[in-house]
């Protein structure tokens, strides 16, 4: 731990429902607890699983005034919430979870997000930003467009990255998420790390820089190179506002 801080790891966190953490009823008054709790100044999610979209209007729904003096952290499906709170003018940021500390080099992840919610460390930051930025799993970022948590893009510089997705799908999935009129306005279209890449029997014959770079010049989005971002220990913070550091 970095800094002055005390986590509190919430109750709720220990339930098991299924997939999920406890059901949705109970996720989403965890939530809507620690939000309105003055005492709390910033709720960073335990985990990314999948989840969070079942939950995440209800929980935007009349926000407590506590709500917006906070941030929020996380990645993964954590961004459908993170999409809305941006949405919604709170504070939120792309970053290690606690989760990570069970990952190879997990450890340096967590203190890294602890640098940055505690003391707003720069070095934790993912260097290249352009402000305004964000930050998505391309998968979640897919399935959030057309919703009532889908952000304004326009200017932004956008980040995705992904893991355990075969080539094709991760073509398939741009040529929805390049087909968005908003997502054309973003300033331009950054590629993290994509994990785990499947075996595909052919071989898809182009890897994921060549896939994205394609698809940004039928689009009209810029390319604008890699990303220090994905689903591993190394992945960097990125914060949703137009001050990074």
Request: charged letters at 25%.
């Amino acid at each position: 731990m970095r800094g002055d801080c005390e986590l509190q790891i919430h109750p709720q966190c220990f339930l098991s429902d299924g997939h999920f953490a406890g059901p949705d009823e109970a996720r989403l008054a965890a939530l809507r607890e620690v939000m309105a709790d003055p005492a709390v100044d910033a709720v960073w999610f335990a985990r990314g699983g999948y989840g969070s979209n079942r939950i995440a209007e209800a929980a935007l729904a009349n926000l407590p005034d506590a709500a917006r003096s906070k941030v929020y952290m996380g990645y993964s499906d954590a961004g459908f919430l993170l999409a809305g709170l941006h949405k919604a003018g709170v504070g939120v940021a792309w970053g290690p979870m606690p989760q990570d500390i069970a990952r190879e080099g997990g450890a340096n992840a967590v203190a890294r997000a602890l640098d940055w919610l505690v003391r707003r460390d720069g070095s934790a930051v993912e260097a290249e930003l352009q402000p305004p930025s964000m930050a998505f799993n391309l998968t979640v970022l897919s399935n959030l467009l057309g919703t009532p948590l889908e952000p304004d893009f326009t200017g932004v510089d956008l980040l995705i990255e992904d893991i355990d997705e075969h080539l094709y799908r991760i073509d398939r999935t741009l040529f929805h998420v390049t087909a968005s009129e908003n997502v054309r306005k973003a300033g331009r279209l950054r590629l993290g790390r994509i994990g785990n890449i499947p075996p595909n029997d052919p071989d898809f014959g182009r890897d994921e820089v060549s896939i994205v770079e394609d698809w940004c010049g039928r689009s009209g989005i810029a390319y604008g190179g890699r990303a220090d971002i994905g689903h591993d220990a190394q992945n960097k913070v990125v914060p949703f506002t137009s001050e990074n550091r």
